[in-house]
């Protein structure tokens, strides 16, 4: 098992990823490269340098102590903030993440993401927030990142917790060796499984991999028995549409097991910060993010096939009125209306 494993943060008061309010840590590496991440700084499994334009006074004392010539001359810090500017203070072809240029940065301007930690150092930083589990059913949320690329360190922090009395969620994309999956899962309270889309040539355009593991391993994994609660990242122009959630809805209905509800995450473009500082031009940086409201259409399409559905995935969310009145909480009943809606087509 890896003793330490790098972290890009731990989030406080999360209100949108399992019950209550949680502690979120999320793991550095990822293997896919979804094209709408919002956590860009996880993908990449090893440190990497943030650089904020906005605080940078352009004083050149990163370019002297890079010993690979990979820091951009200075220019006037006005000009590099401008709106519009191209200008990037790291050449990343060149840059062998020494960090020597981090420790020369006087303003943080030049900063490093990916903290090495530990179990136990980890788990003294969410006790902290123990309180608030209390008073909300809240807890510990492992995402990433993929926290199944790490399986043994996985496996231990969700140990670990048990071991402390802290409710756990597993934010998983689904993309591993089921035996993996299966066993990390056990130690979870509830799996939250990330679904991106049906069709494999679309996964593969966006993610970078073929859904046809994740699909099948889903499958799998509800057999199995714990809690899962499917979410939806739902992205303009690749899966918004009410067809395609139709599908879905469809697909989900039809399986067995402890499924407990369906989030429909809205897209947003509030990470287009992090894609700047780390010096990636993002393909959605002029998407617009979605009107939560407008998917509560798309939610509807879900609750006619008796599937327990909320619009940004509120932890504190009342799954009685994520419904329609509870009639189809059970995996016949949510079968059997796959036939009727299915008359209905």
Known sequence: MEDRLLITDIARFAVNDGPGFRTNVFMKGCPLKCEWCHNPETISDYPEIYWKKRLCVQCGACMEACPKDAINPPIAPELSSSEGSSYHKINRAKCDRCMRCVDACRYEALQITGKAMGVSEILDEVERDRPFYNNSSGGLTISGGEPTAHPAFTLELLKKARERSIHT?????????????????????????????????????????????????????????????????????????????????????????????????????????????????????????????????????????????????????????????????????????????????
């Open 169 to 345: 969620c597993l934010d998983t994309n689904g993309y591993c060796d089921f035996s993996v999956l299966k066993k990390i899962a056990e130690y979870a309270d509830i799996v939250l499984f990330d679904l991106k889309h049906l069709d494999p040539a679309r996964h593969l355009e966006k993610t970078g991999v073929n859904n046809s593991l994740i699909l099948k391993n889903l499958e799998l994994l509800c057999g199995t028995g714990p809690e899962i609660w499917i979410r939806i990242p739902v992205v303009p122009g690749f899966n918004d549409t009410i067809e395609f959630h139709r599908e879905v809805s469809v697909f989900l209905a039809s399986l067995d097991g402890h499924m407990t509800r369906i989030d429909l995450l809205p897209f947003h473009n509030w990470c287009q910060d992090k894609y700047s500082w780390l010096g990636i031009d993002w393909s959605y940086r002029e998407t617009d993010a979605l009107d939560p409201s407008f998917l509560e259409i798309h939610a509807d399409v879900y609750r006619q096939y008796g599937l327990v559905t909320t619009v940004g995935g509120s932890g504190f969310e009342d799954t009685g009125t994520a419904a329609l009145a509870g009639e189809y909480s059970d995996t016949s009943s949510r079968k059997g209306n796959i036939i009727s809606q299915m008359e209905k087509v």
